[in-house]
């Protein structure tokens, strides 16, 4: 059963269209990641939650935020997609802050 | 500067060979390494080393780290096609207080030949 679930898994936006990603978890982690792919590239950290204690990467873009309702949800909203934030994110989750993440799917996101 | 620097970045072996894929890392506040295994989805969680010459092994790969000279190695024995992906390293380290990171490497992709 998958554990980290990440929704929609294909996502086609326009041009500065706001847009959210969701995420959810079963397995009730403390820690929830946000992270951008693109093509050939590794995994790039946007921001993380630690319970409700948000931590943003220095150069992630004012254009990403992120909530965390409660300890199952997350999203990651983009306010104004530009053609370059296409790429895969990829949620992950871990129990705490020294232990293996889980990831979901991903979500490829397509901007027109 | 990269964090953690992982080598070779490409791979093109045949079946039946061995490959050893590297990853070095910065110490600052180190907490874990881990490997993933990324073929055309989410990474797969293969191995996490936290101690220094202990070698965990699952089927036909194996990892070790070494905390003194601050490396990582991904071991894959008899290789198979199936085998073919990205393989990520990741050091988790500690941020501020009590909060963690995670940070990958840019990862070895190998291609398997028949």
């Known amino acids: 059963d998958a554990m980290v679930i990440q929704n929609p898994r294909y996502q086609v936006t326009q041009f500065g269209k706001p847009v959210t990603l969701s995420c959810s978890q079963t397995?009730?982690?403390?820690?929830m990641y946000w992270y951008q792919q693109k093509s050939s590239q590794a995994p790039k950290l946007l921001f993380h939650y630690y319970d409700k204690d948000f931590n943003n990467e220095a150069d992630t873009p004012d254009n990403f935020q992120s909530r965390r309702p409660n300890t199952s949800f997350c999203f990651l909203d983009i306010r104004s997609p530009g053609l370059g934030d296409a790429a895969m994110y990829l949620c992950?989750?871990?129990?705490?802050?020294?232990?293996?993440?889980?990831f979901g799917q991903g979500t490829r996101l397509t901007v027109v | 500067e990269d964090k953690v620097v992982q080598s070779p970045l490409s791979l093109v072996v045949h079946e039946g060979d061995t490959v050893t894929l590297n990853c070095s890392y910065e110490v600052t506040n180190f907490r874990s390494l881990l490997w993933y295994k990324q073929e055309k989805k989410a990474p797969t969680f293969l191995f996490m080393l936290t101690s220094s010459g202990i070698e965990k092994k699952s089927g036909r790969l194996s990892s070790i780290l070494d905390k003194k000279e601050l490396f990582s190695i991904l071991n894959i024995t008899a290789t198979q096609t199936g085998d073919s992906a990205v393989y990520l390293c990741a050091e988790t380290f500690r941020r501020g207080g009590s909060q963690g990171n995670l940070i990958f490497g840019k990862g070895t992709k190998l291609s398997v030949k028949p």
């Open positions: 992950a989750t871990s129990r705490d802050s020294t232990g293996t993440a889980f």
């Open positions: 397995l009730n982690h403390n820690v």
